[in-house]
């Protein structure tokens, strides 16, 4: 392992609006991975889905 290189995919997280990179704990699940953490998925998860307008 000669350098480290920073080849991992990245998203931004619509909650936080902040990047955040590729971890092990998603390698299965990054296609559905959208969020930074379960705080902000849990904080986008809040917003009732009806219709309210
Ligand atoms: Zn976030």
Redesign the pocket.
């Known amino acids: 392992m000669a350098h480290r290189k920073p080849n991992l995919p990245e998203k931004v997280?619509p909650?936080?609006s902040?990047p955040f990179t590729w971890r092990k704990k998603w390698e299965r699940v990054w296609d559905e991975v959208k969020?930074?953490?379960e705080r902000?998925r849990r904080q986008r998860g809040q917003a009732p889905q009806d219709k309210q307008e």
Request: proline fraction near 0%; hydrophobic fraction near 10%.
């Open positions: 997280c909650v936080c902040r969020y930074c953490s902000c």
